[in-house]
């Protein structure tokens, strides 16, 4: 794991005009925001779907509408105040909403804030995905929420698989008074804070989906990605851990995870299927995360080791684990999975949250990233 994080940066800004982009940066500094500035629009197209918002100067546009980069939100083309209704010609083109400067500084401070996340300290976003079917992404979220938690800091985890039946079940939470996600579904803008409204499991907050009762009950529908930017903002600003376990494969709102996400951990399954899938999975995250591991769930007797998965996959592996009777029999009486210190997941996890917290620490000699759980070497 490299010391400095390799998640793109927040804010994009492509200039070219002194003049205008100095006015940007004013409003960037007044939002407590430093931008990555590109002078040359061909530099966006590794950062156009992962920044969180990307701020185009009029003068490039003609040349960035040439470039064939697919739709995305949160992209705003500037111009001087003088320059009105020219400007808006180019807003169709590229999917952006237009902003006047000076005129429209206030606006765009409050956007560029919300970009950065309204982060406070050194909070961290995460996300679980699964490699294939059945491996477990669901359980690593939790358990690693779970220590996490234990570890003292405040964690938020929320679910984002309408499919998965609500990650509450795997926390002993399903009983628990608060908000699930039906009550935000709609949400969009700035929320106000979630501590306190949602269900809350030793020490862990989680905004879960609902389930459903016998057919013909409606299904569960998957959040929109507005509904999940909000959350994520809010969350990203009252708590310092946040988790999400997303479905596969990606969707609009996962997107939204996937590019705001410090570390996204893609659960290997330890078979052949397992890796097969995963190698897929692998693919469709290519261009939405910045920072993609591997966790390997190990299995009785399968020849897959971490050497393959990197191999075969093209990811590091930083954790590996062993299935554990023990995780399924917890899981059935409610308890959160890796609870026992002593197990390979809680091992494996707070493996992870070591990792995750050397990202802010200054470059120098560093551990291996595997964990010992399985006891073996990547």
Do not use: N
Request: with cysteine.
């Amino acid at each position: 794991m490299r010391a400095e994080p390799a998640r793109s940066p927040h804010v994009v800004v492509l200039a070219t005009d002194p003049d205008l982009l100095d006015r940007v940066l004013a409003v960037a500094a007044a939002a407590g925001v430093e931008p990555r500035v590109l002078p040359d629009p061909g530099a966006i197209r590794p950062l156009w779907a992962m920044a969180d918002l990307v701020i185009v100067g009029v003068e490039v546009a003609p040349r960035l509408a040439t470039m064939a980069l697919p739709r995305r939100d949160d992209v705003f083309l500037v111009a001087p105040d003088e320059a009105g209704g020219e400007t808006t010609g180019w807003s169709g083109p590229l999917g952006a909403a237009v902003v006047l400067l000076p005129g429209g500084a206030t606006w765009l401070t409050a956007a560029i804030a919300d970009a950065g996340g309204g982060r406070a300290g050194a909070s961290r976003l995460v996300a679980f995905v699964g490699g294939s079917g059945g491996a477990g992404a669901s359980t690593c979220a939790a358990a690693f929420a779970y220590q996490a938690a234990q570890l003292g800091r405040s964690t938020l985890l929320i679910d984002a698989d309408p499919r998965g039946g609500g990650i509450d079940l795997l926390l002993g939470a399903e009983g628990e008074p608060g908000w699930r996600w039906p009550r935000l579904d709609r949400a969009q803008g700035h929320l106000g804070q979630l501590a306190g409204q949602l269900p809350r499991v030793e020490g862990v907050d989680l905004l879960s989906m609902a389930r459903v009762g016998p057919p013909p009950a409606e299904l569960p529908t998957e959040p929109s990605a507005e509904a999940v930017k909000a959350v994520l903002l809010a969350g990203l600003r009252d708590y310092q851990v946040v988790v999400v376990d997303l479905p596969r494969p990606p969707t609009d709102a996962g997107a939204e995870v996937l590019r705001r996400a410090d570390r996204t951990y893609l659960v290997v399954a330890g078979d052949v299927r397992g890796l097969a899938a995963a190698r897929q999975t692998a693919a469709e995250l290519s261009g939405l995360c910045s920072d993609l591991a591997a966790v390997l769930r190990l299995r009785p007797g399968g020849q897959v080791d971490a050497t393959t998965v990197r191999d075969g996959v093209g990811i590091e592996v930083v954790a590996a684990v062993r299935d554990e009777p023990g995780v399924l029999r917890a899981a059935d009486r409610g308890e959160p999975p890796g609870r026992s210190a002593r197990s390979a997941l809680a091992k494996a996890c707070r493996s992870l949250l070591d990792q995750l917290a050397e990202t802010d620490e200054p470059p120098g000699p560093r551990r291996s990233t595997m964990s010992a759980a399985d006891g073996r070497a990547a």
